[in-house]
């Protein structure tokens, strides 16, 4: 691939969009290709609504309707944006799945990640932001839940374990940042980690 695949993860309420917008303004003034995206809704949009505003849904459901979300998103937004020399931002990947459906809604790793070999093709980040918020703060922060969002406290407390044990187990690929301080200031970090990667 000729491109760049970096994601940003963490709880609602993180900053991660934000971020991820700055983070692309900031590559393109630098003269690269920014392919912006996010799940769910970045291969099948008409998914995110019934994800996060319909009804209840099984764990298994959820995740595989996020899976089918992600197949889709990686063979007509990301390979094909990669194979074009493109850096690829996204706004949640993977582990958000493993993180939520798994350490939050209790499903096995294992099954999970037996589904996402197939459904990713084996894709994986070169580079992954974890957020790290509270999740008192993180739910402070969140005007209008969504149906994930309305799980409660324990089960954000859940997913914050999760993606801070998925992060010790890839330190190479997982740079953990501290959301609590002031937007430019996780955006001055970001950016640093990334002028690490050029010559």
């Known amino acids: 691939m000729k491109g760049f695949f970096l994601t940003l993860e963490g709880l609602d309420g993180s900053g991660k969009t934000t971020q991820a917008r700055l983070l692309a303004q900031f590559l393109e003034e630098k003269g690269i290709k920014v392919r912006l995206t996010r799940e ?13 505003k319909g009804e209840a849904l099984s764990p298994e459901a959820e995740y595989l309707l996020f899976s089918a979300d ?9 390979f094909p944006a990669l ?15 493993l993180a939520y459906q798994g350490y ?3 499903l096995p790793l ?19 932001f974890l957020l790290d918020l509270p999740p008192e703060e993180a ?26 044990e998925l992060a010790a187990r890839e330190p190479g690929r997982f740079l953990v940042v501290d959301a609590t301080r002031p937007v430019d200031e996780v955006q001055t970090t970001i950016r640093e980690s990334i002028l690490k990667l050029f010559p």
């Open 104 to 106: 939050g809604r209790g």
């Open 40 to 52: 769910p809704g970045g291969g099948l949009p008409g998914v995110r609504d019934l994800l996060l």
């Open 83 to 97: 194979e074009e020399g493109f850096w690829v931002i996204s706004d949640r990947y993977l582990d958000s799945s």
């Open 139 to 164: 739910l402070k922060r969140v005007s209008t839940p969504d149906r994930l969002e309305k799980a409660g406290l324990e089960f954000f407390k859940r997913v914050r374990q999760g993606y801070l």
């Open 110 to 128: 294992s099954w999970l990640l037996q589904v996402a070999k197939e459904v990713t093709l084996g894709l994986q980040p070169h580079l992954t």
């Open 70 to 78: 992600r197949a889709e998103h990686v063979r007509k937004v990301i």
